[in-house]
Protein backbone atom coordinates (compact mmCIF):
# COMPACT_ATOMS: atom_id res chain seq x y z
CA UNK A 1 0.00 0.00 0.00
CA UNK A 2 0.86 3.66 -0.70
CA UNK A 3 -0.38 6.58 0.87
CA UNK A 4 -0.02 9.83 -0.61
CA UNK A 5 -0.88 13.14 0.73
CA UNK A 6 -1.04 16.45 -1.57
CA UNK A 7 -0.41 20.19 -0.15
CA UNK A 8 0.18 23.41 -2.26
CA UNK A 9 -3.02 24.04 -3.50
CA UNK A 10 -5.02 27.32 -3.35
CA UNK A 11 -6.15 30.68 -4.88
CA UNK A 12 -4.12 32.10 -6.97
CA UNK A 13 -4.75 34.86 -9.57
CA UNK A 14 -4.01 34.07 -13.72
CA UNK A 15 -0.60 34.77 -15.15
CA UNK A 16 0.92 33.85 -11.34
CA UNK A 17 2.74 30.37 -10.42
CA UNK A 18 1.76 27.60 -7.87
CA UNK A 19 3.94 24.49 -7.34
CA UNK A 20 1.87 20.98 -5.52
CA UNK A 21 3.53 18.96 -3.72
CA UNK A 22 2.75 14.95 -2.82
CA UNK A 23 4.29 12.84 -0.04
CA UNK A 24 4.11 9.51 -0.48
CA UNK A 25 4.78 6.72 2.37
CA UNK A 26 4.57 2.78 2.59
CA UNK A 27 6.05 1.00 -0.08
CA UNK A 28 7.28 3.52 -2.25
CA UNK A 29 10.15 1.24 -3.04
CA UNK A 30 7.35 -0.32 -5.74
CA UNK A 31 6.63 2.46 -7.23
CA UNK A 32 7.18 2.90 -10.58
CA UNK A 33 5.18 6.37 -12.10
CA UNK A 34 4.89 9.41 -10.22
CA UNK A 35 2.30 12.04 -11.88
CA UNK A 36 -0.91 14.33 -11.68
CA UNK A 37 -4.21 14.58 -12.97
CA UNK A 38 -6.95 17.10 -12.77
CA UNK A 39 -10.82 17.06 -12.75
CA UNK A 40 -13.45 19.26 -12.86
CA UNK A 41 -17.08 19.27 -12.35
CA UNK A 42 -18.85 17.48 -15.38
CA UNK A 43 -15.33 15.71 -17.06
CA UNK A 44 -13.30 13.17 -16.91
CA UNK A 45 -10.34 13.18 -14.63
CA UNK A 46 -7.63 13.58 -17.05
CA UNK A 47 -3.71 13.35 -17.74
CA UNK A 48 -1.96 16.38 -16.31
CA UNK A 49 1.95 14.86 -15.96
CA UNK A 50 3.41 12.11 -15.53
CA UNK A 51 7.37 10.64 -14.85
CA UNK A 52 8.52 6.85 -14.42
CA UNK A 53 11.44 6.11 -12.62
CA UNK A 54 13.44 5.19 -16.00
CA UNK A 55 13.26 8.85 -17.25
CA UNK A 56 9.76 8.71 -19.42
CA UNK A 57 7.63 11.57 -19.68
CA UNK A 58 4.02 11.96 -21.00
CA UNK A 59 1.71 15.59 -20.49
CA UNK A 60 -1.30 16.60 -21.51
CA UNK A 61 -0.32 18.31 -24.99
CA UNK A 62 -1.99 21.75 -23.95
CA UNK A 63 0.31 22.38 -21.19
CA UNK A 64 3.80 21.26 -21.72
CA UNK A 65 5.85 24.40 -21.44
CA UNK A 66 3.62 25.54 -18.84
CA UNK A 67 2.95 22.32 -16.03
CA UNK A 68 6.16 20.18 -15.25
CA UNK A 69 6.29 17.20 -12.72
CA UNK A 70 9.54 16.38 -10.92
CA UNK A 71 10.29 14.56 -7.95
CA UNK A 72 12.43 14.18 -5.35
CA UNK A 73 14.00 10.96 -4.32
CA UNK A 74 15.48 11.92 -1.12
CA UNK A 75 11.87 13.03 0.34
CA UNK A 76 9.52 10.72 -1.81
CA UNK A 77 7.89 13.52 -2.91
CA UNK A 78 6.91 14.46 -6.47
CA UNK A 79 5.52 18.20 -7.68
CA UNK A 80 3.92 19.57 -10.57
CA UNK A 81 5.11 23.73 -11.02
CA UNK A 82 2.12 24.87 -12.63
CA UNK A 83 3.55 28.38 -14.42
CA UNK A 84 1.25 31.36 -16.18
CA UNK A 85 -1.19 29.52 -14.69
CA UNK A 86 -5.04 30.50 -16.30
CA UNK A 87 -8.63 30.39 -15.35
CA UNK A 88 -9.30 27.11 -16.92
CA UNK A 89 -6.11 25.23 -15.01
CA UNK A 90 -8.94 25.43 -12.05
CA UNK A 91 -9.79 22.41 -11.26
CA UNK A 92 -9.05 19.85 -8.23
CA UNK A 93 -5.54 18.14 -9.02
CA UNK A 94 -4.63 14.66 -7.40
CA UNK A 95 -1.46 12.74 -7.47
CA UNK A 96 -1.36 9.50 -8.88
CA UNK A 97 1.31 6.63 -8.47
CA UNK A 98 1.61 3.46 -10.35
CA UNK A 99 3.30 0.61 -8.79
CA UNK A 100 4.26 -2.48 -9.88
CA UNK A 101 1.18 -5.01 -10.13
CA UNK A 102 0.09 -2.64 -11.49
CA UNK A 103 -1.63 -0.93 -8.56
CA UNK A 104 -3.06 2.73 -9.26
CA UNK A 105 -2.92 5.07 -5.73
CA UNK A 106 -4.56 8.45 -5.69
CA UNK A 107 -4.62 11.49 -2.79
CA UNK A 108 -7.67 13.46 -1.63
CA UNK A 109 -7.31 15.70 -4.49
CA UNK A 110 -6.38 19.42 -4.12
CA UNK A 111 -8.43 22.48 -5.36
CA UNK A 112 -6.70 25.06 -7.03
CA UNK A 113 -8.24 27.99 -8.44
CA UNK A 114 -7.45 30.41 -10.83
CA UNK A 115 -8.86 33.87 -10.99
CA UNK A 116 -9.08 36.21 -13.57
Known amino acids: QVQLVESGGGLVQAGESLRLSCAAS????????WGWYRQVPGKERELVGQITVDGRSNYLDSLKGRFAVSRDNTKDTVYLQMNSLKPEDTAVYYC??????????WGPGIQVTVSS
Open 26 to 33: GRVFDIYA
Open 96 to 105: NVVSYGPHNY
